[in-house]
């Protein structure tokens, strides 16, 4: 059975600091998506990840994919509180994407 | 222009009742998909459209649950004899996939907040 696996699942951070969140998944696939929730919202599309060893990056984060090891990262460089969210991997398996379970994120001054 | 639109974005029903939620995908989005968001989960993929018919319907979980596209455009959710169970948020989203292009990225809905009492 297919898994995606985020961690950690909670992370509280101080403002300036760095971090980098972690998905690992089970199954082949060389697409990968990155999606922020804030809460009682609908999910926003952050990044689009289309090959092994592409890096995308925006503002203070940066995604990044490696097929191989089926596995994707979301670094954050120097946190600010408009960062506190969730935020969601999801595995492109061609009929549908498959999610992980999430990290929320706070961000502390 | 206009992204994903659902409606309602709260239904409250007792349990046992009929529902039917609502989504409208962009326009010129041919691929439509369902989700269900528990609290505290990531989306769970319910169904998939491409175009008019169902590409894929393995993650209803059960006959209670339906979705129709018949248009290519506007689907609607439809639950029978929901369940406590059911109470979650539903969201949809849509996509250029099968449109010529090359990947899958889905924009997604506010999403319906489902309560069954």
């Known amino acids: 059975e297919l898994k995606v696996e985020q961690n950690p699942l909670f992370l509280s951070m101080q403002e300036g600091k760095n971090y980098t969140i972690y998905c690992n998944y089970s199954?082949?696939?060389?697409?990968l998506y990155w999606y922020r929730q804030d809460p009682g919202k609908s999910l926003e599309s952050l990044f689009v990840?289309?090959?092994?060893?592409a890096v995308k990056q925006e503002g203070r984060l940066m995604a990044s994919l490696d097929t191989k090891a089926r596995l994707s990262t979301l670094h954050i460089t120097a946190a600010v509180h408009d960062l506190s969210a969730t935020y969601f991997c999801?595995?492109?398996?061609?009929?549908?994407?498959?999610f992980g379970a999430g990290t929320r994120l706070t961000v502390k001054p | 222009g206009a992204g994903v639109s659902q409606t309602p974005s709260n239904k409250v029903t007792e349990k046992g009742k009929y529902v039917e939620l609502r989504c409208d995908p962009i326009?010129?989005?041919?691929?439509l998909y369902w989700y269900r968001q528990s609290l505290g989960q990531g989306p769970e993929f319910l169904i998939y459209?491409?175009?008019?018919?169902?590409?894929?319907d393995s993650g209803l979980p059960n006959d209670r649950f339906f979705a129709v596209r018949p248009e290519g455009s506007v689907s609607t959710l439809k639950i029978q004899r929901t369940e406590r169970g059911d109470s979650a948020v539903y969201l949809c989203?849509?996509?250029?996939?099968?449109?010529?292009?090359?990947?899958?990225?889905?924009?997604f809905g506010p999403g319906t907040r489902l309560t069954v009492l």
């Open positions: 989203a849509s996509s250029l996939k099968g449109s010529g292009s090359g990947y899958n990225e889905q924009f």
């Open positions: 199954t082949t696939s060389d697409r």
């Open positions: 990840l289309l090959s092994n060893g």
């Open positions: 999801a595995v492109d398996l061609y009929n549908d994407m498959r």
């Open positions: 326009s010129g989005h041919t691929a």
């Open positions: 459209f491409q175009g008019t018919g169902a590409a894929d």
